[in-house]
């Protein structure tokens, strides 16, 4: 899949979302990307997956790792077009951890894969935690980057959709100072 495709289908089911909304990394945005909407849709997920897995496929990758909540559905159809395991991160007294008995095996090389990166850290998160366990974190797959490329995670990111979209702090936001009622988006309660 190309950019152009991979847009067209997140337009066509309605995950592109325009207004005010409050993102999980506690910035204000003009937009919002509900990749639920796509990826409700399990034909989409796996040909969004294929794509992804497709630009990793030189990387001898061992294992797929994603954060808990899209991370999962990620990981799970990136690492079933790999052939590897895929296993997911979760929050453990408020710091990413791996849980239910999953293992990283050291010098393991690790794929993680994120839904949408606007700052990346859930991202940089999971990537402590492949370090943590002695993994290789060799690639970071994304299915939007909307960091505008600020998003640096000191191995390569491969993206299959780029929006540059403004992110605001709360004191600076010009849709707070129109009075513009804010939709509170995300996983994270903040």
């Given at each position: 899949?190309?950019?152009?495709?991979?847009?067209?289908l997140?337009?066509?089911?309605?995950?592109?979302?325009?207004?005010?909304?409050?993102l999980?990394?506690?910035?204000?945005?003009?937009l919002?990307?509900?990749?639920?909407?796509?990826?409700?849709?399990?034909?989409?997920?796996?040909?969004?997956?294929?794509?992804?897995?497709?630009?990793?496929?030189e990387?001898?990758?061992e294992?797929?790792?994603?954060?808990?909540?899209?991370?999962?559905?990620?990981?799970?159809?990136?690492?079933?077009?790999l052939?590897?395991?895929?296993?997911?991160?979760?929050?453990?007294?408020?710091?990413?951890?791996?849980?239910?008995?999953?293992?990283?095996?050291?010098?393991?090389?690790?794929?993680?894969?994120?839904?949408?990166?606007?700052?990346?850290?859930?991202?940089?998160?999971?990537?402590?935690?492949?370090?943590?366990?002695?993994?290789?974190?060799?690639?970071?797959g994304?299915?939007?980057?909307?960091?505008?490329?600020?998003?640096?995670?000191?191995?390569?990111?491969?993206a299959?959709?780029?929006?540059?979209?403004?992110?605001?702090?709360?004191?600076?936001?010009?849709?707070?100072?129109?009075?513009?009622?804010?939709?509170?988006?995300?996983?994270?309660?903040?």
């Open positions: 899949m190309n950019e152009a495709e991979v847009r067209q997140f337009v066509e089911t309605g995950a592109i979302l325009e207004g005010h909304f409050l999980t990394s506690g910035l204000h945005s003009p919002y990307v509900e990749k639920f909407q796509v990826l409700q849709y399990p034909k989409h997920t796996e040909r969004l997956c294929a794509a992804l897995a497709k630009r990793f496929e990387d001898n990758i294992l797929v790792v994603g954060p808990v909540t899209g991370g999962i559905i990620l990981a799970h159809e990136v690492g079933k077009h052939g590897t395991r895929a296993i997911f991160t979760e929050r453990e007294n408020g710091k990413m951890a791996l849980r239910r008995g999953f293992v990283i095996e050291p010098g393991q090389r690790v794929l993680v894969v994120e839904d949408i990166v606007t700052t990346g850290g859930s991202v940089k998160e999971v990537i402590d935690v492949v370090c943590e366990q002695g993994g290789i974190p060799v690639g970071v994304i299915l939007v980057d909307r960091s505008g490329g600020k998003a640096d995670f000191g191995i390569p990111a491969k299959l959709l780029h929006l540059t979209v403004p992110t605001y702090q709360t004191d600076d936001c010009p849709l707070c100072q129109e009075g513009v009622a804010i939709t509170k988006r995300g996983s994270r309660k903040l």
